[in-house]
């Protein structure tokens, strides 16, 4: 289980995420604030963190990471405006979070073919498996 700090971590991270394009839209803050209750974060812990990022903290169990890779495809298609630059900024942070780059290459490539851009959480288990073995 992961404590505080990397939950807030996790929270801040994706806050950066979302305001890749500037602002962060209110379906995105809807989806954010969902997490934020799911990692047990207070309404008003999330509201500090939208204007006062923390430091990124690196996650150590390699499943925590995928889930929040997880988190962060959902964030990025959530508002059915993806672009390059969203999948450009979803790959460096896969990569800052030590996934493999052909994991994270494959959910990209493989985004396409699933409605709504989502992948499903099985079949993003299975990619990231397959690399780790």
């Known amino acids: 289980m992961i404590n505080r700090v ?5 929270l801040s991270e994706m806050i950066a995420f979302a305001k890749y394009d500037k ?9 954010l604030l969902g997490v934020a209750r799911q990692l047990e974060i ?20 390699h499943s925590e990471r995928i889930v929040q890779f997880h988190r962060l495809v959902l964030l990025m298609n959530i508002d059915e405006d993806s672009s390059s630059k969203g999948a450009i900024k ?10 493999s780059h052909e994991s994270i290459s494959k959910v990209l490539y493989l985004m396409e073919s699933f409605p709504n851009k989502i992948v499903p959480p099985d079949v993003l288990i299975d ?3 397959t690399q780790y073995n």
């Not at 990397?6 to 996790?10: G, I, M």
């Not at 602002?23 to 989806?31: C, G, M, P």
């Not at 979803?90 to 996934?99: E, I, S, T, V």
């Open 23 to 31: 602002d962060i839209k209110n379906i995105e803050y809807n989806f």
């Open 90 to 99: 979803l790959y460096n942070f896969g990569l800052r979070m030590g996934l």
């Open 6 to 10: 990397e939950k807030l971590s996790l």
């Open 42 to 61: 207070s309404r008003e812990d999330f509201d500090y963190l939208i204007d006062h990022p923390i430091t990124y903290t690196h996650l150590k169990s």
């Open 127 to 129: 990619i990231f498996k």
